[in-house]
């Protein structure tokens, strides 16, 4: 029995998120989330989708000849063949990142990726889910972030950058309006007027093409 995994898409877009947001990219969308963030863009990955070997996925991302893969969900730490994947993809020679809840605990990923962490917000309605181990094991090669829905959210994503020293142990911190929550001038804004050492993220894709799946 060959290793599988649940997979809801896998598509060639534009990297609208993170350090390389704007750079062409292959997307491995994997089905199943055991959180339910209030503003998940992306509802339509928590169930479905088709069980592929990692064979299989591994030859359609070739296809698209990437130098960029990003895994993610749903949650992609949910299925434990996601470690497998993600070593794979990086011996294959791509650069490649994860993008999680920070629910789950990310001390099994391939050094190589670039973990992309989320600490989810009160506004979020997850933030119980929050698994602080993990900003121990951050490095250089990562990204935490913040998806901020009101000032609240903002006030809290700092106190918290400032109790782990985020942008001392990651390489990125990410600041990113909730997508319908809270207008991204306002973050801006805030972030200039308290001179963070973060980084504002839009979500280049919606901008490009609206909230479509595959995009
Ligand atoms: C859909 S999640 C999938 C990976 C993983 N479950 C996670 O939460 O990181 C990918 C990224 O999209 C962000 N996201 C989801 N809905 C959003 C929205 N409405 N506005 C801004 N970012 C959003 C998530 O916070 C996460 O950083
Ligand atoms: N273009 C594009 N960039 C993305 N970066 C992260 C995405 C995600 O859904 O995790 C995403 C997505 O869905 N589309
Ligand atoms: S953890 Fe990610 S996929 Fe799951 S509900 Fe939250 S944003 Fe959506
Ligand atoms: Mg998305």
């Known amino acids: 029995m060959q290793d599988t995994l649940r997979i809801t898409e896998v598509f060639y877009s534009l990297q609208g998120e993170t350090r390389t947001a704007g750079l062409p990219t292959v997307f491995v969308r994997l089905t199943g989330c055991p959180l339910r963030c ?101 490095t250089a090669n990562d990204q935490v972030k913040f998806v901020i829905c009101s000032r609240d959210d903002y006030d809290w994503a700092n106190s918290k950058l400032i109790q782990y020293g985020l942008d001392r142990r990651a390489g990125e911190v990410l600041f990113s309006p909730s997508h319908h929550d809270l207008n991204a001038r306002d973050l801006a804004d805030w972030v200039v007027a308290d001179n963070l050492p973060v980084r504002l993220q839009l979500q280049l894709h919606k901008y490009l093409w609206n909230d479509e799946p595959g995009r």
């Open 38 to 138: 209030q503003y998940c863009d992306s509802a339509y990955a928590f169930s479905g989708g088709t069980v592929r070997t990692l064979d299989d996925i591994l030859e359609q991302v070739a296809g698209y000849r990437p130098r960029y893969v990003c895994v993610t969900g749903g949650e992609p730490l949910a299925q434990p063949n996601a470690i497998p994947l993600l070593k794979q993809l990086c011996d294959a020679g791509y650069e490649v990142s994860l993008e999680t809840s920070g629910a789950l605990d990310i001390s099994a990923v391939d050094p190589r990726v670039s973990r992309v962490v989320d600490l989810k917000t009160p506004d979020s309605k997850e933030s119980h889910r929050n698994r602080y181990e993990n900003m121990d094991l951050l």
